[in-house]
């Protein structure tokens, strides 16, 4: 996973971008599941993303925390 100011990369099978500009929010989807709640006039949504944190090296509760914090200083 990389992390800029500007959006999220996420380096899977199938790598994705996700922009912090086109999100609402991250919430906490399940134990080791990051949500992503995207903002209702984006055309780039997709209800079923969800960021697996199960093989990351970082707590989840940390990880969503630094993301909302990132998503906030982006606004």
């Given at each position: 996973m990389t992390i800029t100011d500007e959006y999220l990369e996420i380096n899977s099978k199938d790598k994705w971008t996700v922009?912090?500009?086109?999100v609402e929010e991250f919430y906490r989807a399940d134990y080791d599941v990051?949500?992503?709640?995207?903002?209702?006039?984006?055309?780039?949504?997709?209800?079923?993303?969800?960021?697996?944190?199960?093989?990351?090296?970082?707590?989840?509760?940390?990880l969503l925390y630094l993301l909302n914090k990132k998503l906030f200083q982006a606004k």
């Amino acid at each position: 996973m990389t992390i800029t100011d500007e959006y999220l990369e996420i380096n899977s099978k199938d790598k994705w971008t996700v922009c912090f500009c086109d999100v609402e929010e991250f919430y906490r989807a399940d134990y080791d599941v990051i949500g992503i709640r995207y903002k209702k006039d984006n055309e780039n949504c997709r209800p079923d993303d969800e960021i697996p944190t199960r093989t990351m090296d970082i707590n989840p509760q940390k990880l969503l925390y630094l993301l909302n914090k990132k998503l906030f200083q982006a606004k």
